[in-house]
């Protein structure tokens, strides 16, 4: 059986729990190791069962042998799903509370009856997903070289005149020729005072001389993604943005002096953003200093201010400080590192 759903069955023991009913992508993902689309997973130590539909059953079928029983739908999910739970004998089954929309968790427990009980869980799976094993860690790296290469490649094709949404058409086909599936999000192509918005849309303006450019990629490899930011200046860079982006810089730096096992989240995202409330550009910062990346793009651990999560080796996260002074320009700076036995490395750092 695969191992990482054998180690599941403990948990669920752990827990008191007969089973659990897995609907977010990414967990069912993690579990088989197998893509998930439009699909259920029960997991119990009775039997596993994966509830899909006719688009997806025959290709299933190789990728989870000896694994879980395939169960077609063909008509209410809901109602085959609860009958698999009845036909094993199940008491205590739970659910993701944060993914089952209440509509589908009142119809499974109605349909359940009220001899079993329908029980939320809470991040049961993401807890397991935080430690990256070899084989996600080398499509992690993948992910991140097509991304650092196709940085690098638009460096020479960013010029004055150019609109954000060529910029971004041309990372997107460079990332999809050098074998990523896709981009992990939208592309941000941010320039002049858009980049001061840190989620932009890329839109039709044209970059002017002597602005910045900020870019904001990540691709998805295998399922595993990458998240990186970096900006370019284009001609001369004016006094401001250069100490802006010396302050992000060393934001970072010092972020990146705490990171080592046993130290708590929050810890590092206080030395981060400390240094940039230092400067006096505290309220020009109002996103987490980071979060984990691996089959999501933003997963925990989150490197945040209230988070208490103590890092262990194997955690893959970004550092991404950032000002945003609006009607001006933006600066965010975004690494991904990955905590050691004895500190971190960035991933990234050969990015630019």
Sequence with gaps: MNPRIKNFHLILERHGLDGLIVCLPANISYLTEYASRDSYLLVSKKQNVYFTDSRYIEEAKPELKGMARLQKVNGSSFKIIADSCLKLGLKRIGFEERYLPYAEYKKIESLLGKKTQFIPTHSLIEEL???????????????????????????????????????????????????????????????????????????????????????DIGVDYHGYKSDLTRVFFLG??????????????????????????????????????????????????????????GLEVHETPRISEKSHTVLEPGMVFTLEPGIYLPNKFGVRIEDMVLVTQKGCEVLTREGG
């Design 236 to 293: 001369k860079i004016n006094v401001l943005n250069l100490k802006i982006y010396d302050i992000v810089r060393r934001a970072q730096e010092k972020a990146l002096e705490k990171i080592r096992p046993g130290i708590k989240t929050g810890e590092i995202d206080k030395a981060g953003r400390g240094y940039i409330c230092q400067k006096g550009f505290g309220g020009y910062f109002g996103h987490n200093l980071g979060h984990g990346v």
């Design 129 to 215: 997903r935080q430690i990256k094993d070899p084989k996600e860690l080398l499509r992690i790296r993948k992910a991140i070289r097509i991304t650092v290469d196709a940085l690098k490649f638009i460096k020479n094709f960013i010029s004055p005149g150019k609109k954000e949404i060529e910029i971004g058409g041309e990372l997107e086909r460079f990332i999809r020729y050098h074998g990523a599936g896709s981009g992990a999000f939208n592309i941000i192509v941010a320039s002049g005072p858009n980049s001061s918005f840190p989620h932009h849309i890329s839109s039709q303006r044209k970059i002017e001389k002597n602005e910045s450019v900020l870019i």
